[in-house]
């Protein structure tokens, strides 16, 4: 069973930094996007960012352009987002996922799992 679990969470002040991790097990993490999405409260899941297997090309939301970095290290099965330049609208549960594909379109983008969300707390 593929369990994707995130940490990094927690609450930072604004202008501050955050590197979250999700770390993929019980298949292998060969050939898979993986990809960073958010949900802020009452609102819908956002996309944030995407990788490929390689790590060659990247996929980010506008909102977060420039001061998110999704990468990836595959010999540990994990997946990062460094989040820099923190906002309070960042505040949110932020979401892994894996996927075979990656379809840049609302919905699940191509993800096939899901982890259970870190919460990430940016005070103004």
């Known amino acids: 069973q593929v369990q994707l679990v995130e940490s990094g969470g927690g609450l930072e002040q604004a202008g501050g930094s955050l590197r979250l991790s999700c770390a993929v097990s019980g298949r292998t993490f060969s050939g898979y996007y993986m990809g960073w999405f958010r949900r802020a409260p009452g609102k819908e899941r956002d996309f944030l960012a995407a990788?490929?297997?390689?790590?060659?090309?990247?996929y980010y939301a506008d909102s977060v352009k420039g001061r998110f970095t999704i990468s990836r290290d595959n010999a540990k099965n994990t997946v990062y987002l460094q989040m820099n330049d923190l906002k309070p609208e960042d505040t949110a549960v932020y979401y892994c996922?894996?996927?075979?594909?990656?379809?840049?379109?609302?919905?699940?983008?191509?993800?096939?799992?899901w982890g259970k969300g870190t919460l990430v707390t940016v005070s103004a």
């Open positions: 996922a894996l996927g075979s594909a990656f379809r840049f379109e609302p919905g699940n983008y191509g993800m096939n799992y």
């Open positions: 990788i490929s297997w390689t790590g060659r090309t990247t």
